[in-house]
Structures are given as structure tokens and as C-alpha cells.
């Protein structure tokens, strides 16, 4: 079993930044990739961005340059720094990793940007 912790989420004007924390805990000795998943009102959650224990970083191209995944695996987390807000952004960011072949998902922390 995985538990992840997110926090960092909140309200922001157009253009302005948040950092994202996901904490795993658990049997973390098994987790690859971890990401940042979201889901707008109406619509599916989409990947935004993942990193893989090596450090290789995805991007969704909604998101790509504007937004920054990174891991530090002594402390068990990962973030997401998300500068240039636009309102589109606007949705719940869902941390997730990958434990062989299971996928643990965090309770989801709201993002909120007004034009």
C-alpha cells in the first residue's frame, strides 16, 4: 500500500504561480513513476506531467514551459511548480505513482485561477 499526501493547492490570479507537494508514504520502495493528473469540471483528468525515479520528466503540451516536475526520493515526494496560470488550469491536481502494477492516487488538491 501507497499513501499520498498533496498539498500546495489554492486560488491564484491569471499569470501568477503555485507549488504543488506529494508526499508517498508506505511501501514506497517500490514506486517508479510518479505524476500530476487533473480534472476540470465536465471533463476527464488528463496527465499534466510525471517523472520517473531517474528523473525523466513528461509533459502534457498544455503545459509544457510553464509548469516544472520534480522529485526529491530522500524525502518521498514530488512537485509541481506552475508558473503562468491561466484559467484553463483551473481543476483538481491528483497526484499519482506507480507500485509495479498498481496505481495509488492522493485525495486531490484544488487549483483556481481567475482571469
Known amino acids: 500500500q501507497v499513501q499520498l499526501v498533496e498539498s500546495g493547492g489554492g486560488f491564484v490570479q491569471a499569470g501568477g504561480s503555485l507549488r504543488l507537494s506529494c508526499a508517498a508514504s508506505?511501501?514506497?520502495?517500490?514506486?517508479?513513476?510518479m505524476g500530476w493528473y487533473r480534472q476540470a469540471p465536465g471533463k476527464q483528468r488528463e496527465l499534466v506531467a510525471s517523472i520517473t525515479g531517474g528523473g525523466r520528466a513528461n509533459y502534457a503540451d498544455s503545459v509544457r514551459g510553464r509548469f516544472t516536475i520534480s522529485r526529491d526520493n530522500a524525502k518521498n515526494t514530488v512537485y509541481l511548480q506552475m508558473n503562468s496560470l491561466k484559467p484553463e488550469d483551473t481543476a483538481v491536481y491528483y497526484c499519482n505513482a506507480i507500485h509495479g502494477p498498481i496505481g495509488y492516487w492522493g485525495q486531490g488538491t484544488q487549483v483556481a485561477v481567475s482571469s
Open positions: 508506505g511501501s514506497i520502495s517500490g514506486i517508479n513513476v
